[in-house]
């Protein structure tokens, strides 16, 4: 079975004010179905940068990532973007909703612009997070674990075969972080990859997997 994510020698750097950031420096990793990897290491490691990388969001300098086998380095932003809406959830740090938008509208305007054929009716999904009552909420009047397993039903809006979150449980309480680890458990279960950077000893305790960055390599 070939890996769901196969990214292989990254690098990237940065030229800002004179100095060059070497923030990968040549990382390579794989993400299995169903398969959860936690990505650790202190600030300024490259873990927000070795993600990016990973969702097309931005093009390393070298290596090569594929994505449920397809090329989404090098491809030019229309080809990203499809791989993007149709194969990949990615939740960054803050909060993917639109503010004016109820919950419900958020998952289906994720849908519309993803515009994949077959996507979980909105519904399903709340209820698959738990929170079916919100559907009507505005993202304004919901508590932080709320808001994160809201985020995370826009992220999986389109039914990904990829997850990647850039610390999920950032700025959450012990309860709402556990609520999110379950989630994460329960979508691996149902064969979904996840990729996940994080600070946090408890997720990272639930991955399969746990990499350490360090100075934009992994440790050995
Ligand atoms: N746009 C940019 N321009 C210049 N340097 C950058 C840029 N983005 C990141 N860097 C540098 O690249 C290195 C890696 O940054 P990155 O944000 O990926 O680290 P991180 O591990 O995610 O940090 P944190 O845990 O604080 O979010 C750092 O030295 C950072 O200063």
Known sequence: MSAVLDATNLYRFYHAGGEETL?????SLNVDAGEMVAVVGPS???KSTLLACLAGLDDPDGGMVRVVGQRITRTGEPVRAVLRSRHIGVLLQGHNLIDHLTVRDNI???QTIRGRAKQPPAGEI????????LASAMPGTLSGGEVARAGLAVALANGPELLLADEPTGELDETSERTVIDLLTDLTGAGTAVLVVTHSDAVAAAAGRVVVLRDGRIEP
């Open 108 to 110: 289906v305007l994720a």
């Open 44 to 46: 300024g490691s490259g």
């Open 126 to 133: 709340l209820a698959q997070l738990g929170i079916a009552e």
């Open 23 to 27: 923030a990968l420096q040549g990382v």
